[in-house]
């Protein structure tokens, strides 16, 4: 059974970064897309970006395009979230998720994720 944990979130300054880490186990995730995704108060949650099995695919919300970076590293079995000027919008719980599909997909959408992990905070203030 595939687990993800989160970390890395926390309090950080308008204009700030933070990293954060989906830590996997049970399984390698080469055969996994996995998402990033946030859920602000009393809003959906929505997809933030996401990398394909194959690590060669990879797509982003336009409200991130261009500070937030995804990434894995095979040896870890982990992937990051490289979020750089961060915006009080960007609060949110931060959640991973995975869905075992075929190396070079991966979809952003929430619905397509059976594995998920508990969740992270972040927040932008000053």
């Known amino acids: 059974q595939l687990q993800l944990v989160e970390s890395g979130g926390g309090l950080v300054q308008p204009g700030g970064s933070l990293r954060l880490s989906c830590a996997a186990s049970?399984?390698?995730?080469?055969?996994?897309?996995i998402g990033w995704f946030r859920q602000a108060p009393g809003k959906e949650r929505e997809g933030v970006s996401c990398?394909?099995?194959?690590?060669?695919?990879?797509n982003y919300a336009d409200s991130v395009k261009g500070r937030f970076t995804i990434s894995r590293d095979t040896a870890k079995n982990t992937v990051y979230l490289q979020m750089n000027n961060l915006k009080p919008e960007d609060t949110a719980v931060y959640y991973c998720?995975?869905?075992?599909?075929?190396?070079?997909?991966?979809?952003?959408?929430?619905?397509?994720?059976?594995?998920w992990g508990q969740g992270t905070q972040v927040t932008v203030s000053s």
């Open positions: 990398i394909s099995g194959s690590g060669g695919v990879t």
């Open positions: 998720a995975a869905v075992r599909t075929s190396t070079n997909f991966c979809p952003i959408r929430p619905l397509f994720y059976n594995y």
């Open positions: 049970g399984s390698t995730l080469d055969y996994y897309a």
